[in-house]
């Protein structure tokens, strides 16, 4: 069989509310995007992934959507997605298009008719029930805060929101939603475009007696029965028979509190269900048990424990893995996990680094291959984010002072990856001559792309070379994967075998030199791939690594 294509891509994530505004209204849009492609060709990507453009009333900025057929106004217009598509196809690369199905907006036509009255057709595209002595129907909480369920005060029942109220939960077990929503994939498969990535996939599928969930140990009641629900293979089995193979799809479930064995099971070849997935387990290793808004340490031992599982469980079973640091709903890597002062390039890039060698599709978030940072904005006002809106008033209710609870919102806000591109040392990093949607983060004259593009040695450069190692060595693609000093408490090291080589990568994660000792007998000669420095030692077996330096070897055994 022949190898997928994107087993040796790259793709590059865009938020086109952040990215390029041509029209001055504040709010970027798909026109920014069409003039910024050759930018994007050049660093080498194969695909662009667009987050959701669809109509919506944006309270969670495009993931509660209005209508599935029409574009948000503010970005423009169907006959600019169609050229989107176009324009790429025509510089030889992929648009994959972001899709919510796990709810909608409450502004759905559907859900309009649904709340009318309880013998409404539309009444059980959703999730209904009666309330339970006078409350909620049960205890499960949503994922931006508080209750998971809204009163409506019409018909006297609540409905199921997993994360905004204004975002709600379809009811899946309803043939005639799961059929309606296959036809509106098709629509947008028949526009031309390349695939899917499905917001929140794996939360689809409800246990149908709703019950009270007595466990949750960080606090997310109601986690356990909707997440990799009963019935989530068989939907996604259908899915990709309805929607996904027919039109020669790439897929990726965004996939929430998932599970390794579930991962392993959607992604299988042989399944027919997805072709990869994300999932956010290292990106947890900084929460205070298991909690997202606390200001927590990295636990880095428990980083590459769980990278490692992940590398060496997804090879196993033949499954797929998407790569990544950032995306829209997390902090900029460099701030949280490297330094965004005196070592942000070597930081940024041994980041890169050790991504990328590892065996799966690499996603690169906007921003993200220059290096840009959290804004660190310093009042509540500057955040725009819904569920850092929500943080912030519980935190305050807890009663924990306004600078600990600033200092929290730094770190951990979504909007940290939101603020806008920044392009240039221009008015708004050049992103916009409007009045931007949210502020533009300070540093932009430091940090900007045009800065970084005519600079050989920037982090753009790094990441335009990791892209083509990937299409160069297939060992990256294919080869094993296995982990190195996993108690050294700052190495971050594993090499990969495939076909008579070895490729191992050593870096240092953190500020202060240290030094590395190859763990095994044999040393062969070695070929260093790429470096963040420019004069790394070709020996491995023993290495004085500096801050954050990190090294690529190529072995021929
Ligand atoms: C996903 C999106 C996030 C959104 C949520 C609800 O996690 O990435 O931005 O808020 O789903 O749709």
Request: one cysteine or more; proline letters at 4%.
């Amino acid at each position: 069989m022949q190898e997928p294509w994107w087993k040796r891509s790259t793709i590059y994530q865009i938020y086109p509310k952040s990215f390029n505004d041509t029209t001055g209204s504040g709010m970027g849009d798909l026109q920014g995007v069409i003039e910024k492609l050759d930018y994007i060709k050049e660093l080498g990507v194969d695909m662009v992934w667009l987050t959701p453009i669809y109509r919506s009333p944006q309270r969670d900025n495009g993931y509660d959507i209005s209508d599935y057929y029409d574009i948000e106004p503010a970005y423009g217009t169907m006959e600019d997605v169609e050229r989107l598509v176009q324009e790429l196809h025509n510089r030889d690369m992929k648009l994959m298009m972001d899709i919510v199905i796990n709810h909608t907006s409450t502004d759905h036509e559907w859900f309009q008719q649904a709340k009318t009255s309880k013998d409404n057709p539309y009444r059980d595209y959703y999730i209904w029930r009666d309330s339970s002595d006078g409350d909620a129907p049960n205890n499960w909480v949503s994922k931006f805060g508080g209750t998971a369920w809204a009163l409506e005060e019409h018909t006297d029942q609540y409905y199921l929101h997993l994360f905004d109220k204004t975002q709600a939960d379809l009811n899946w077990e309803n043939n005639e939603v799961r059929n309606k929503l296959y036809e509106m994939m098709n629509f947008w498969a028949e526009k031309g475009l390349d695939g899917f990535r499905l917001d929140v996939i794996n939360l689809v599928s409800k246990v149908q007696s709703f019950p009270h969930d007595e466990s949750a140990a960080d606090g997310q009641f109601g986690k356990a029965y909707y997440t990799d629900g009963p019935r989530i293979h068989e939907f996604m089995k259908e899915m990709n028979q309805a929607v996904f193979a027919p039109h020669n799809l790439i897929t990726v479930g965004e996939m929430s509190s998932t599970s390794l064995a579930a991962c392993q099971q959607y992604t299988s070849p042989d399944v027919n269900e997805l072709d990869m997935t994300f999932n956010f387990q290292h990106l947890k290793v900084d929460y205070e048990k298991g909690k997202k808004w606390t200001d927590g340490k990295l636990d880095f031992i428990k980083l590459k424990q769980i990278l490692s599982d992940w590398q060496i469980g997804m090879h196993q079973a033949g499954g797929w893995n998407a790569l990544f640091w950032c995306n829209h709903d997390q902090p900029r890597i460099v701030s949280r996990f490297g330094d965004d002062d005196l070592y942000r390039r070597e930081s940024a890039k041994m980041l890169a680094t050790v991504m990328h060698m590892m065996q799966g599709t690499p996603y690169i978030y906007q921003g993200e291959e220059i290096g840009m940072t959290d804004p660190k904005f310093s009042s509540i006002e500057d955040y725009n984010d819904v569920e850092t809106q929500n943080a912030y008033t519980e935190l305050k209710e807890l009663g924990l002072a306004e600078s600990a609870v600033m200092q929290i919102i730094q770190r951990r806000s979504r909007d940290n990856a939101r603020t806008p591109m920044q392009w240039s040392a221009a008015k708004n990093a050049g992103f916009s001559e409007g009045e931007p949607w949210l502020s533009v983060a300070s540093n932009y004259k430091k940090i900007n792309a045009e800065k970084e593009v005519k600079d050989k040695d920037s982090i753009f450069y790094h990441y335009q070379k990791l892209i083509r190692l990937r299409k160069e060595y297939a060992i990256i693609t294919h080869g094993d994967y296995e982990p190195l000093c996993m108690d050294n408490e700052r190495i971050f090291s594993y090499e990969r075998r495939w076909n008579g080589e070895k490729l191992l990568v050593v870096a240092n994660f953190f500020g202060e030199s240290t030094e590395f000792t190859y763990p095994k007998k044999e040393t062969e000669e070695a070929e260093i791939l790429l470096s963040n420095y420019q004069d790394s030692a070709p020996d491995y077996s023993k290495i004085q690594l500096r801050p954050y330096e990190a090294v690529i070897y190529l072995i021929k055994l």
